[in-house]
């Protein structure tokens, strides 16, 4: 039987609507053989832990602009606490700067992919990564 | 090291194409230009077409504005900031705000929260459009206040008043925002709001294309009035721009930043002449913002060609006949898409290639990108070496002393009318749609801008595309630069007190007087006054705020008061 496919949601918490991102690595984490639920733009930390429930996904992927990663991320954290996500997998990408990935990896974020990682890196470590901690 | 340094010393340039795609032959000769005609398409500078440039003198008679975009947490900051610049040697300037401010939301909205003053300077008060400008003379600097706020225009003549300066005086760009759906609609703001009109993609749903025709209706009969006001009272502003370079940074290429954007001025010339205005009043008093990439010489064509494609359109299609209209006039950002996180300071390097372009392609306006861009609204170092960056340009290489000196080359000539072709094309094509705002809502702009981005990123990922310190010549993470100053420069504490004090702001005035002028504006849009400013300025005195104005005049034209569905109109 066919392994079933990794599935990752896919948004941009709050109002920065920069998505050519969150866009582009939808695009190849579906190439690569995933299931995407992408939200696009404008969601809420609580919109996307419903939809992580609810889509049963792997992963759950964010994009950041705007330099409020770290508040936004915050807000995340704390739905994937209430929602009892902690099993899945976590990821930031974008405009992070370096000091700022230690930040975030305290709040929970496994992966931080700051703008121009290559794609094979983030599909690569979405692979072998999604379902390590997963119930 | 050896088999690297080896295979080095024999590499060739892999090079074929401009960075937009266009094919590039090994060498131009005569032939090549062998059907241009010199008096009909290129001519000197100054006349038409304008190819050349748009004065005879170019530089020799002035030299283009100098101006940094600037954007701090708090309007004070911002204020302190721009006078830093002004002492240094700028001479016009260019204010960003911040991201709830651009979706026309208040400081103490509650999707606000972590966003105010990051990437830009929150405006919710007329008070801080006057903080922003304070010290700053009016008459003498030329000023970018892009219309994130429906507050801007309003407050800044408001200001003028004030300070005893004539309307005929200032010299304002980009204050009113024309109305056709655009490209940008897919970048700030997202779907969420078309064209910073605070229209909400996601709230109009089905019936989405005729709220958004017949708001889009509305809004351009308000546009041509302001206009036509502007036109009247403000003989030195040039109150609508049209911004090609956001285009540019979706990583579509030099031929659709211009032709999408001129795609997009000519439908508001369309409705606006159709209202009974004339071309050569509208035209004049437009100006774009462009964006300087990485490739040389195909930025300068891109501007040559730009300004022949203009002159001819205005001349063949709009039938006008003042040089007013046919020179297109343009501010130009250095590229922000092209700098990189990875090495940040060779980025300094990239941006000069940048401003080069631009100078040599005839710039009216630059803002040079700060080497921080990547991560960042400027600091205050990366600001000062972007300004020098200018004034090297400026003062230190000769590139000012005369006009279009790349004119006459066989490489750009020919390359001039291939790119006229094809932005001629694609505007055709557009135009064959019925327009911009169709090409927008029919998705073939937004398919168009997926197609690029993909096959850059495809590039980069195969190494066709080589990016110094991205994808070639990479250093370990660890052992790169880090921006410290970015990490202290968002000062928490006054973006809290600032939040403080406009909820104090909105308790202590008098709640009457801002209901009144609410009131007011909401019958004026909803009747289509030809006032509407008047009402706006009503509404700054009376100490109304971003979410408020900006949420009234949706309400005035069918749509909900919060684009973001949590806030209720706060005086039913």
Not at chain 2, 129 to 136: H, L
Not at chain 2, 162 to 183: F, K
Not at chain 2, 246 to 265: D, K, L, S
Not at chain 2, 266 to 280: C, H, S, V, Y
């Amino acid at each position: 039987m066919a392994e079933q496919k990794i599935r990752v949601v896919l948004g941009k918490i709050g109002l920065d609507g920069h998505d050519r991102g969150i866009r582009m690595i939808a695009t190849w984490l579906s190439k690569a053989g995933m299931e995407i639920v992408y939200m696009g733009t404008h969601q809420t930390a609580e919109r996307v832990a419903r939809a992580a429930v609810e889509e049963d996904v792997d992963v759950i992927g964010l994009s950041f602009q705007g330099a409020d990663h770290i508040p936004l991320v915050r807000m995340m954290a704390e739905q994937i606490k209430a929602n009892d996500l902690e099993d899945r997998l976590l990821v930031v990408g974008g405009n992070i700067p370096r000091r700022d990935i230690e930040v975030l990896k305290e709040m929970g974020v496994d992966g931080v992919f700051p703008s121009a990682t290559p794609m094979s890196v983030c599909v690569n470590y979405i692979r072998n990564n999604a379902r390590k901690r997963r119930k | 090291m050896n088999q690297n340094s080896r295979s080095r010393y024999f590499e060739k340039s892999e090079r074929n194409e401009t960075w937009s795609g266009i094919p590039v032959e090994t060498v131009y000769t005569p032939d090549d230009v062998s059907d241009v005609d010199y008096a009909k398409t290129v001519a000197d500078p100054g006349q038409y077409p304008y190819t050349r440039g748009i004065y005879d003198d170019m530089y020799r008679g002035r030299l283009w504005s100098r101006r940094q975009i600037t954007g701090c947490s708090t309007p004070k900051l911002t204020n302190e900031r721009l006078k830093y610049l002004i002492s240094h040697g700028e001479n016009a300037i260019n204010v960003i705000c911040d991201q709830p401010t651009q979706i026309q939301i208040d400081s103490d909205h509650p999707w606000a929260e972590g966003s105010v003053g990051r990437a830009g300077v929150p405006v919710t008060t007329m008070q801080d459009v006057w903080t922003i400008m304070d010290e700053i003379p009016l008459d003498e600097t030329s000023t970018m206040l892009t219309a994130h706020s429906p507050l801007t225009l309003p407050s800044y003549l408001l200001l003028a008043d004030h300070q005893g300066v004539p309307y005929s005086e200032l010299r304002v760009s980009g204050v009113v925002t024309p109305p056709t759906v655009s490209a940008p609609v897919c970048l700030y703001g997202g779907r969420l709001s078309a064209d910073q009109q605070g229209i909400p993609w996601t709230a109009v749903g089905a019936e989405g294309d005729d709220i958004l025709s017949s708001v889009q209706h509305k809004r351009m009969k308000e546009f041509a009035d302001k206009l036509e006001f502007i036109i009247k009272n403000c003989d030195k502003m040039y109150p609508a721009n049209f911004n090609g370079y956001i285009i540019r940074e979706t990583g579509v290429g030099a031929v659709e930043e211009v032709a999408w954007e001129f795609a997009r001025a000519f439908e508001a010339f369309d409705m606006l002449t159709k209202r009974g205005l004339d071309i050569d009043q509208i035209a004049p008093k437009v100006s774009f913002t462009f964006s300087a990439m990485i490739d040389i010489l195909e930025e300068v064509v891109k501007f040559r060609a730009a300004r022949r494609v203009w002159a001819r359109n205005l001349k063949e299609r709009f039938g006008s006949t003042d040089p007013r209209s046919l020179r297109l006039k343009f501010h130009v950002n250095t590229a922000g898409v092209m700098m990189e996180r990875q090495q940040p300071v060779i980025n300094i390097i990239r941006a000069a290639y940048g401003a080069l372009a631009a100078v040599l392609g005839g710039t009216q306006s630059l803002q040079v990108a700060g080497y921080d861009e990547a991560i960042a609204i400027p600091t205050e170092e990366a600001a000062t070496i972007a300004l020098r960056t200018q004034q090297i340009l400026a003062y230190e290489t000769g590139v000012t002393a005369t006009a279009d000196p790349l004119g006459g080359s066989y490489f750009v000539e020919s390359l001039t009318d291939k790119m006229d072709e094809e932005m001629q094309k694609v505007i055709d094509t557009i135009e064959g749609m019925g327009g911009m705002s169709t090409a927008v809502i029919n998705g073939y702009i937004d398919r168009e801008m997926e197609k690029a981005w993909l096959k850059v990123q495809q590039e980069l990922e195969d190494k066709k595309r080589i990016i110094v310190g991205v994808n070639e010549f990479t250093i370990p993470e660890d052992e790169d630069a880090d921006i410290e100053a970015y990490h202290h420069q968002v000062d928490f504490d006054l973006v809290h007190r600032y939040i403080e004090d406009l909820k104090e702001f909105k308790r202590t005035r008098s709640q009457t007087e801002a209901k009144a002028a609410l009131e007011a504006l909401r019958h004026a849009v909803e009747s289509e006054d030809p006032e509407i400013l008047c009402f706006e300025m009503e509404c700054c005195k009376a100490g109304c705020t971003t979410g408020e104005v900006a949420g009234v005049r949706r309400m005035g034209v069918g749509l909900p008061y919060d684009p973001m569905g949590v806030l209720e109109y706060p005086f039913d």
